[in-house]
């Protein structure tokens, strides 16, 4: 029941940009990563954005800032 999409024929011009009503928290899923694990069966681990925040905060590669 997973919508498909083809990204190199997709126009988002047509989508909304944002949701202002949707609830943000650092427990808000940011991804979802797959893996096999040990049975070999796909699973799918939700990534909450607490757990990324290394990627953006004090990373010592890029500097994120309002500018």
């Known amino acids: 029941g ?8 997709l126009d988002l011009s ?7 009503a ?3 928290s650092a427990e808000t899923a940011a991804y979802i ?3 096999s694990g040990s049975t ?6 939700l990534v909450p954005h607490r757990a990324i ?4 905060i004090n990373n010592g ?3 994120f800032n309002q500018h």
Do not use: F, I, S
């Open 33 to 35: 990563m797959y893996t």
């Open 2 to 9: 997973a919508r498909r999409l083809d990204l190199d024929t």
């Open 53 to 56: 925040t290394r990627l953006v």
């Open 22 to 24: 949707l609830e943000q």
């Open 14 to 20: 047509a989508e909304p940009t944002h949701n202002p």
């Open 40 to 45: 070999g069966t796909p699973k799918g681990v």
């Open 61 to 63: 590669y890029a500097d």
